[in-house]
């Protein structure tokens, strides 16, 4: 016979499990339902294609043949690919913070904030869903990248390294563009911010150049640009051979420990929309 004190540990062992697995269900079908949102407007995966590829082809190109770079005897295509996968990502991410303001001005935001489902779950259900649709990024990159003769390593462990480094990276900048959205809370003023960010965060990285390269004042920025780890993380896993710059489970670290806290940061902020 369980007596009280037993059955009263297994019920608060039990509840901790249970409110986990809700937590994790009720993430998943935020990101469900964002996800479904792509049948109404699949076009955006096709004109988010014309980007990457054209880096790769045109301007990759053009720097592979007047050898502008140097990149340490790494092919200039083979070193770009993976920071156009990066900027790809990062340009597709950054703008999923707009959907929280459409939600807001239809009325479906004041609907969800007065469910049961915990704010953080709103985020990081967007976050995932970022994260799946920028896997297509992925598919364009590796597509163009197989014409192209870049050297990719397509060994299991490697793809699923980049799966996990862009569902990682894609849930960091929609953390973060969920936060301006936030703060901002209009369209003009997200779109303005939006661009800003993009720009600064592409070029301070070592995406299209290597660190070396860089100014001492710009290295110690692209030091504090998640980004670059993610553009480092990407080129190891991607490309035979390639070790990372820094150490790939630094890269890991920073992008989950930086998305944790933009997410955490992101749910408390979140009723500040509706005010």
């Known amino acids: 016979m369980t007596s009280p004190q037993h059955g009263a540990r297994l019920n608060d062992w039990a509840n901790p499990a249970s409110s986990v697995i809700e937590f994790i269900y009720k993430t998943f079908v935020v990101t469900e339902l964002e996800v479904r949102k792509l049948r109404h407007n699949p076009t955006q995966l096709l004109t988010r294609a014309v980007q990457p590829v054209l880096w790769l082809v045109v301007f990759g190109q053009v720097f592979t043949s007047i050898r502008a770079i140097p990149t ?13 996968l990066a900027q790809s990502i990062l340009f597709m991410a950054i703008f999923s913070g707009l959907s929280i303001i459409w939600e807001r001005d239809l009325g479906i935001l004041h609907k969800l904030l007065v469910s049961p489902t915990p704010r953080v779950t709103l985020v990081l259900g967007k976050a995932l869903a970022a994260g799946i649709r920028s896997l297509s990024q992925a598919i364009i990159v590796y597509a163009v990248a197989f014409p192209l003769r870049i050297q990719l390593d397509l060994s299991f462990l490697a793809l699923v390294g980049v799966v996990v480094t ?13 936060l301006v959205a936030c703060l901002i809370k209009t369209q003009e003023g997200f779109m303005g911010i939006g661009q800003l960010l993009t720009m600064p965060l592409f070029f301070a990285s070592n995406a299209i150049y290597p660190l070396a390269l860089m ?16 553009v ?21 670290g920073i992008l ?19 005010t």
Do not use: H, K
């Not at 110690?220 to 640009?225: G, K, P, T």
């Open 256 to 274: 989950l420990g930086v998305t944790a806290v933009l997410a955490v940061v992101c749910g408390r902020l979140y009723p500040n929309l509706v």
């Open 166 to 178: 862009v569902l990682l990276t894609a849930a960091l900048f929609s953390n973060l563009s969920l």
């Open 232 to 252: 480092d993380a990407l080129r190891s896993l991607m490309l035979v051979g390639e070790a990372s710059t820094y150490w790939l489970g630094l890269d890991f």
């Open 215 to 230: 100014p001492s004042w710009l290295q110690v920025i692209s030091s504090l640009n998640p980004l670059t780890y993610a």
């Open 72 to 84: 340490g005897g790494l092919p200039y295509l083979d070193f770009m690919a993976p920071g156009i």
